[in-house]
C-alpha cells in the first residue's frame, strides 16, 4: 500500500506533487521523506530545509509535519531523525 500513495503523490524525479490532506497517506510521506535524514545525525536548520526543498517547494509545512509526526525532532533550531521506517 505505501508504494502505491508514494507512486500517487510522487512524480517521476522523486519530488511531490501535493502534500497529502488524509492523515494516513500523510504519514507514508513523511516517513519516505524521514528516509533522507540519517539516524544519528543532527541537522541545522537550513539544512532541512534544503533537503526538504529537493521534494516540495514548502519545506516550512514538510518540517513541521515531520516534527509534530514524530519523525523528526527539533531543539533550539537543530534536528535530527526520531522515527520512521528503519532499513536494516
Not at 497529502?20 to 541545522?44: C, M, N, T, W
Not at 519523525?71 to 534536528?79: K, P, S
Request: aromatic share 10%.
Amino acid at each position: 500500500m505505501d508504494s502505491r500513495v508514494l507512486a500517487n503523490f510522487l512524480d517521476a524525479d522523486g519530488r511531490l506533487r501535493t502534500i497529502p490532506s488524509k492523515q494516513a497517506k500523510l504519514r507514508v510521506v513523511l516517513d519516505h521523506l524521514a528516509q533522507s535524514f540519517e539516524i544519528g545525525r543532527r541537522y541545522p536548520e537550513a539544512e532541512v530545509n534544503e533537503v526538504l526543498n529537493r521534494f516540495h517547494p514548502d519545506h516550512a509545512a514538510l518540517r513541521r509535519y515531520l516534527v509534530e509526526g514524530d519523525f523528526l525532532t527539533r531543539e533550539g533550531g537543530v534536528y535530527w531523525r526520531s522515527g520512521g521506517r528503519v532499513e536494516v
